[in-house]
């Protein structure tokens, strides 16, 4: 049987065999220019110069030292810089400042627009203050390969500690400086392997067509290695190093050298060009798959593989032989998470094009991103339709439709005191009557807004892994989905939903989205085009308005649309040249005679007039606009006006229910405020089980915590112990020896899924100064912290909720890291949604006993049989505390009892305070159950093996 590998490449040499010249029909069908024809004899002279560049760059780095307090993280306080600066760049290093800043500077004058440029930083780029140089010509097929990241990582780690031959001489600036031109040279010559590639790809497109369409990037390799040109290349290069690093007037013999030829030519060989092969075969890899689509959403639901309405429509955007699509396995899609990132994508010839949602025939446009679109310097160049096809997903266990006899008459799996309906905002605003219809038998009905139907159905999915009646209380509403899709995932289709707003005809019917395709040019004009105008007015004169529209009225421009669009906010205020803007649609191309001639004198009146779009109009368009519906939806602007992609979505959360009843338990301690983790964990773990309980009682750190339970104020305590991305929780390891010396047990452990969320009041992430959260949700968000706010500076605090308090009260700018109920709990706006690193991000709570109820020696035996009565794993472990005295010798001799009787190690710390290595206070957890023989035996031998060991619990785990 042939594997899934081996099928696709089957597929893609039938096809080619069947039709030899299939990849050029590939660039003949498409509507899109190909890239303009390249010579590698014509692109000779680049290289070379580039060369001469790196050498001269290297050269100049050689005269300073490594000096690593340069690329050392927070290393303002290590340098000696003020204050301020190790505030604002706590997490970064004194070199990414430097580089960071140096890259905003140039992308003011249009740097990183061109092909042969890639940024270090590109999140971070400002807008140019020039105009884009456009051109009708491509050199390459757009792409987004970029490994300057492992560039900067090769040139810190491997190349400067062979060329610099100090260590540390406290030129940090000048080393910093000449650092920028080496890496920005060696990132320019390292990226021009893509015109390489082109030109050898456009020498023989058989040939690479083959290799590409098969995936073998081994024959690519192969195919782009010349050892007798690359043997030219060093000797080359050698030659210029002696000659540019040593004084000519020396002789050859006693001649001194700033960076030895060999060395310069050895870090040629080793690394440049390893990477730029590196960057050939990553482009000829997309080569044929392009062009490249940037859209909003993920490429599938996350984990659940569902395609999604985002990625269809960016599919519509390629005109490309569905053969070619079969062979190479789809298409070459750039997801970015908002339209702002859509657009940047294109700007930064990350992608060539940008589909976005424009406006649909019920909800009008999205003004804001209709604002965006005017601010950039991207044109509208297509327009697709698709219908919208609303449908509720359920999981496999829910009960559906609801029970219409209401809450009096429900059945387990039916009813319940509240649903959950999971959507985007647009689908939730479409179906309002349906909702109301559908639960209309006393049900309470929360609406959880996410950002993407993906995002609906990956939570639906893990919210049906829990509780029945979790499963049975929730669905989701999304674009339609094949019933396969959702049935290999767990999940259900359950029925159609017709969309509240009335169609053309008055009636309830279909309802059509417009996504509009951005780029950088429009195409040439054909038989029926429309074409989108913006132009601002002041108001200082009357009549204003009737002036410029006379301009289209002179030269008999039909216009189909016009549009006042809100004035948008620059800097926190309105300047006077947004107080009026508007946005126009006409019927024909703007290279017409007439249009060209109404926009020259529209552009007398008010220099700030640009063409938005240029585009052939969609069979959809003509439709609704000789129905009259496209006026009408256009006349009306989305309910809500936020940026696109402030909204984030609140995660599942598990209910906040408190109970109150104190007649049995003192309390349950957890780590405060109210809406932690911890809280949550403690919800969760009480939720059911058979024990009266008492008032949940927070407290302010974990030693707190502890120390309730430890002096008897509560029953119980919940701490977290160990995080699957940064492991053992250190407050908690040190703090439980007292808890356990003083008699505290430990009855069960429990594991909760943290999707953390950023909160803030900021609207935009470049607006945040400060990110505030407990120093474990720091480190389990570290790497997005990096890649989206890497100038904030990073506060530690006491919790994640207590994070959000300070958040709230704060000035502008500073966010929070907490789960989405802390944030939703104090009304504290989620600006983005699982910022965690990991997306299996967990954290293993244990929940202790104070003394006098593990006198009573029933706690473990009510948390087993809960567990078990409602399906839950159950697996003992047992956990005992040691002492040791001469450190890895007898830690060995603990490991060995266990090993030797099979008994698996699930967890192992050291207290802080015990040092070094194996020295002092250890606990260890193990799998098996006290009153177990085999456990019998295992802890007669620990005990005479090491200086002290004390069981602190034996306990069900989930």
Sequence with gaps: MLSCSQTVSAIATCLIDSSSHWYRNLITMSKFPKPRELLLGDLREDLIRQEETIIFALIERAQFGVNPKVYAKDSGAGLGASEEFARANANGSFLDFMLMETEKLHSLVRRYTAPDEQAFFPEQLPKPILPT?????????????????????????????????????????????????????????????????????????????????????????????????????????????????????????????KVAPDLIMQLYKDFVMPLTKEVQVAYLLQRLDHPTVAYVGEATAQDLNVPTAAQQTAVQCLVTPLPYMAATGGFAGHPCATATEVLDAVRTNQAQYGVVVFESTDLGTNQALQRTIIASDLVIAREIWRPVHCMAVGAVGVAWPPSPQGPASQSAGEWGNSWTVRGTRQALARIDTWIASIFSHGATVQQVVVRSDAEALSELRATGMQTQSDVARAIAVVDSVSNK???????????????????????????????????????????????????????????????????????????????????????????????FCFYVVMDGHATDSNISSALADLKKLTPDTRVVGCYMLAEKSRELSTSGTLHLHRRNSL?????????????????????????????????????????????????????????????????????????????????????????????????????????????????????????TSAATLGEISEVHSKAQALAQCQQWLMSNVPTAKVV???????????????????????????????????????????????????????????????????????????????????????????????????????????????????????????????????????????????????????????????????
């Excluded at 039909?558 to 947004?578: W, Y």
């Design 796 to 958: 530690p605090s006491e919790s994640t909720a207590a994070a959000v308090q300070h958040a709230l009260a704060a000035k502008h700018g500073v966010a929070a890291i907490a789960s989405h109920l802390a944030c939703e709990s104090q009304a504290l706006p989620v600006l983005r949604a699982g910022v965690q690193d990991s997306p299996d991000n967990t954290t293993r709570f244990l929940v202790l006993a104070s003394p006098g109820v593990a006198a009573r020696g029933d706690s473990s035996g009510v948390f087993s049989a809960s567990r078990a009565m409602v399906g839950g794993a159950l697996e003992w472990r047992t956990c005992v505390q040691c002492t040791l005295r001469d450190g890895v010798s007898e830690l060995a001799a603990l490991l060995y009892p266990l090993s030797r009787r099979n008994m698996r190690v699930t967890w192992l710390a050291q207290t802080a305070a015990s040092t070094p290595l194996g020295v002092g206070t250890h606990f260890l957890e193990f799998e098996g159950q006290c009153d177990d023989a085999l456990m019998d035996e295992a802890m007669k031998e620990l005990r005479s093996l090491v200086s002290s060991v004390r069981s602190v619990g034996s306990y069900p785990s989930a």
């Design 639 to 759: 309910v809500d006006t936020s940026p696109p992609g402030a909204d984030a979505p609140p995660s599942n959360a598990p209910d906040a229910k408190i109970m109150q009843d104190t007649s049995t338990c003192k309390g349950i301690a957890y780590l405060g405020p109210a809406a932690t983790y911890s809280h949550q964990a403690a919800l969760k773990i009480f939720d059911g089980l058979d024990i009266v309980t008492g008032p949940f009682v927070a407290c302010g750190s974990i030693a707190a915590t502890l120390a309730q339970v430890r002096a008897a104020e509560v029953d119980y305590a919940v701490v977290p112990v160990e995080n699957s991305t940064n492991g053992s929780v250190s407050d908690t390891v040190d703090a439980l020896a007292a808890a356990t010396a003083a008699g505290c047990v430990v009855v069960s452990s429990f594991r909760l899924p943290i999707v953390h969320c950023l909160g």
């Design 133 to 257: 140089r456009l051109s009708a010509e491509m050199s390459l097929v757009p792409n987004s390969i970029n490994i300057n990241r492992k560039i900067k990582a090769v040139y810190v780690n491997r190349i400067l500690p062979q060329m610099c031959t100090t260590q540390d001489d406290k030129n940090y600036g000048s080393s910093a400086v000449t650092d920028i031109a080496a890496l920005q040279a060696l990132s320019k010559r390292i990226h021009y392997g893509k015109f390489i590639a082109e030109a050898k790809f456009q020498a023989n497109e058989e040939k690479y067509s083959k290799l590409i369409a098969a995936h073998d990037a081994v024959g690519l390799m192969a195919e782009l290695t010349k050892p007798t040109v690359e043997k030219q290349v060093l000797e080359r290069v050698r030659l210029k190093a002696s000659t540019y690093g040593s004084d000519p007037q020396q002789s050859s013999d006693k001649r001194d050298y």
């Design 485 to 579: 899709h959702l049935e290999r995932v767990g999940l259900k289709h359950l029925c159609d939903i017709q969309p509240d707003r009335a169609s053309n005809d008055g009636t309830r019917g279909a309802t059509w989205e417009r996504s509009v395709v951005l780029q950088k040019t429009y195409g040439s004009a054909s038989s029926s085009d429309q074409t989108a105008v913006a132009f601002t007015l002041d108001g200082s004169k009357p009549g204003e308005l009737t002036q410029a529209l006379s301009c289209f009225n002179t030269h008999r421009v039909n216009l189909q649309c016009i549009q006042s669009l809100a004035p948008a906010a620059q800097g926190g205020t309105t300047s006077a040249s947004d107080a």
